[in-house]
């Protein structure tokens, strides 16, 4: 396996742990309503400190290390407080017995992949001047 794909592998293992092993009830709670944006916004940090770590191991530059690690907190923490601003404004997206719930939900992962790829490509493309 090549580094970039090691890397690939890693940003998206972060993503998982920040999103379901490192997420605390406080998170739970303030991703539920998006009303509360600074639990939320901690929990964007954490996807951004664990996706640092595995940039920083590929070896990214420092100036690209900060633009990526900001552009993983500012996405991370802007779509979950979309999903929970929609999800209290119906409440049927809350419910896990109703389709929108689940079609919620695959959308906000989606969106999350799509910026894990975007900062993948964005750390492997060669440096240009």
């Known amino acids: 396996m090549t580094n970039g794909v090691l890397l690939l592998i890693g940003l998206l293992t972060s993503h998982y742990l920040a999103d379901y092993c490192l997420t605390w009830p406080f998170m739970i709670r303030a991703k539920a309503d998006g009303k509360n944006i600074w639990p939320i916004l901690l929990h ?56 929108g719930y689940w079609m919620l939900y695959g959308f906000d992962q989606l969106l999350h992949q ?12 060669p440096a240009t001047i």
Do not use: F
């Open 44 to 99: 964007g940090a954490v996807h951004a400190l664990l996706m640092g770590l595995c940039l920083m191991a590929y070896g990214t530059t420092l100036e690209m290390l900060a633009l990526l690690m900001l552009l993983e907190l500012v996405t991370h923490t802007a779509i979950d407080t979309v999903k929970g601003l929609l999800t209290a404004a119906n409440p049927r997206l809350a419910d896990t017995h109703h389709k």
């Open 114 to 125: 799509i910026v894990v790829v975007a900062i993948w490509y964005l750390a492997t493309r």
